[in-house]
């Protein structure tokens, strides 16, 4: 093991303490850091010396990180831990989503959660007064939020989008196992049934010449049941990312489910072009088939052309997927700049060869959501039910609307407020 000599420090070293905490957030967030890489981290600043952010930032870049995927990580990190004096101030309001305040200056970035998580690990609020006093004008508040909601129903109800690390985690717990039941359908087909209301003619009459030709027992027959296909169209453009990527997992446990009652599940995602992932569904291990699919679709997080990719679908994959009867789940938020009369075109041409077409949109979760948008009006008219998708809730609620043919959603609604 290498020996350090004494650091020259002061008495009270502000900058080593937080490039320590730094490095414990660092490693909280999955950045392999031990106590020798601080050290070396605190020589190396000691050395560079604190006057150029820039310098600073790569000298601590050097002793942190030793691979390609923890660059963002550190670069986000870093960003929030070094950027505000009072950054704790600011996490801890991400965290507390209920109480006005703080949060209010400046709106969370992507990831912020997540990472605010790292850096409030096992952190106390730091002392920004000049001593004991109480700063004038402000009032502590003690919160008891133990009897709000239970943390299974919250997380239930939660948005996607706002979900921590650990809340995501166990979001894709709950919903890995979550099933779509459907019922079957009755097809024209017969199958041997003693209660059958159908006489089996070729039946009866073979096991009457086994007799003789005496007839002893009448056979009966009933519609034989069939299940459809599930065809999962999912918008993986820059507004939709973060639901698009937990609603393929809850499609990838679907897939794999036993006995769930689908005779098959295709799946396509489209932002700017039309990818089919279905045989990247069929990993058993969730990571691996993300991964292949994330490969494959190259338009991940970019812009949003509906039309164009239903377009493609119609012609060269309805025929193939959509047949016996298929139950089609769309899920976009509807935002396209294309020409709407196309996008309706295709729309209507989709909603006449399935069975049941099922808009999931997570804009619904919002209390005065209109169809406004162009897109959005042209494809409305054209589904069977209308249902938010940006929960745990909603994914659940979506097995009624598959198990009840009538149901709706907020079609009717938004049908009212478009007509008016």
Request: hydrophobic letters at 40%; aromatic letters at 6%; a positive charge.
């Amino acid at each position: 093991m290498p020996e350090y000599a004494p650091l020259d420090l002061p008495e009270h070293p502000k900058l080593a303490g937080n490039i320590t905490h730094f490095a414990r957030a660092l490693r909280r967030a999955g950045l392999p850091i031990g106590p020798g890489r601080v050290i070396d981290a605190i020589r190396a600043v000691e050395a560079a010396g604190f006057t150029e952010k820039r310098d600073f930032y790569w000298t601590l870049h050097a002793c942190f990180v030793n691979r390609p995927e923890h660059r963002t990580v550190f670069a986000q990190i870093f960003r929030l831990y070094w950027r505000d004096p009072r950054y704790l101030e600011h996490m801890m309001s991400y965290m507390i989503p209920a109480v006005r305040g703080v949060q209010e200056e400046r709106k969370a970035q992507s990831a912020e959660k997540r990472a605010a998580e790292a850096l409030l690990d096992g952190a106390e609020m730091p002392d920004y007064g000049n001593g004991d006093e109480d700063e004038p004008g402000e009032t502590e508040i003690e919160i008891d939020a133990s009897l709000t909601m239970s943390s299974e129903e919250r997380l239930r109800s939660l948005d996607f989008e706002q979900m921590s690390m650990a809340e995501m985690a166990a979001a894709k717990r709950v919903l890995a196992k979550l099933t779509l039941p459907v019922p079957p359908i009755l097809s024209r087909r017969a199958q041997a049934s003693r209660r059958g209301r159908g006489i089996d003619t070729a039946r009866t009459l073979r096991g009457a010449m086994r007799q003789g030709g005496e007839l002893y027992r009448i056979a009966r027959r009933e519609p034989r049941p069939r299940w459809p296909n599930l065809v999962v169209l999912c918008d993986i453009s820059g507004s939709m990312s973060q639901y698009s990527r937990v609603v393929l997992q809850f499609l990838h446990a679907v897939a794999n489910a036993k006995g769930a009652g689908w005779a098959k599940v295709h799946a396509f995602t489209f932002g700017t072009r039309l990818t089919n992932i279905t045989r990247h569904l069929k990993h058993r291990d969730v990571d691996a088939a993300l991964a292949a699919a994330g490969a494959e679709a190259q338009d991940w997080e970019g812009g949003t052309r509906i039309g164009a990719c239903l377009t493609a679908f119609n012609r060269d994959w309805s025929r193939r997927v959509m047949g016996q009867g298929a139950v089609v789940l769309l899920i976009t938020d509807g935002l396209d700049r294309d020409d709407p009369e196309a996008l309706e075109r295709q729309m209507e041409r989709l909603h006449l060869s399935a069975r049941r077409l099922i808009w999931l949109n997570p804009l619904l979760r919002w209390e005065g959501f209109a169809p406004k948008a162009r897109g959005i009006a042209a494809m409305l008219p054209h589904v069977d039910s209308f249902r938010a998708g940006h929960s745990i809730a909603s994914l659940e609620d979506l097995a009624v609307s598959l198990s009840r043919p009538d149901d709706v959603g907020e079609k009717a609604r938004l049908m009212r407020a478009l007509s008016g």
